[in-house]
């Protein structure tokens, strides 16, 4: 039975296994993108995104610096945590979460592992123009619908009484013509 397992353990002893996480979220705040293992995107993942949800919190200099530290005890990495603070937190400031993408890549052919790349969501130049042409122009939520204006409630109505009027008067006709014809 498996009971409290809640981690992936990746086939590794806990220390080993946090330095290897450490040392692939340092890869992947400096490089933005890095390929691996699938196991080891999906375990980076949840290592990861509390880190840069992390970077978003605090307002004065004391609790940015408290963030600093905190986010070092994870990567051990001083270039990381800077590059982290200075290049990745202010373009994920108005994302509320969800800063990485997993894209499955297929099988290594010397041991059949199931290989995936992850990244940063807002640093990927070909998915992010394609987003937001994408969603500019709707400006709506999922559940709204847009607010009719006098103007097109108006055009709607009489357009509406318009169709009634031709739908009212061609049953007459074809009435008339069925009994012309018998």
């Known amino acids: 039975m498996r009971h409290g397992d809640k981690i992936k353990n ?43 949800t992390k970077t978003k919190k605090g307002e004065t200099k004391e609790q940015i610096s408290h963030q600093h530290r ?57 998915y992010g123009k394609a987003v937001k042409t994408a969603a500019e122009p709707a400006k709506k939520t999922r559940r709204g619908r847009p607010k009719k204006s006098a103007e097109t409630a108006t055009e709607n109505s009489a357009a509406a009484t318009e169709t009634t009027s031709t739908e009212a008067a061609a049953p007459e006709t074809t009435s008339t013509e069925n009994k012309a014809a018998e």
């Open 70 to 126: 905190i986010v070092f005890s994870y990567l051990k990495n001083k270039a990381a945590v800077k590059e982290l603070f200075t290049v990745v937190a202010p373009k994920i400031v108005s994302r509320p979460g969800g800063y990485t993408r997993i894209i499955k890549l297929g099988i290594r052919p010397g041991d059949n592992g199931e290989m995936a790349m992850i990244e940063l969501v807002d640093f990927n130049e070909i």
């Open 10 to 52: 990746l086939g590794r002893k806990k220390a080993h296994r946090d330095a290897l996480l450490a040392n692939l979220a340092t890869a992947l705040i400096t490089h933005k993108r890095i390929v691996t293992t699938l196991a080891k995107a999906k375990a980076l993942r949840t290592y990861v995104e509390p880190l840069l």
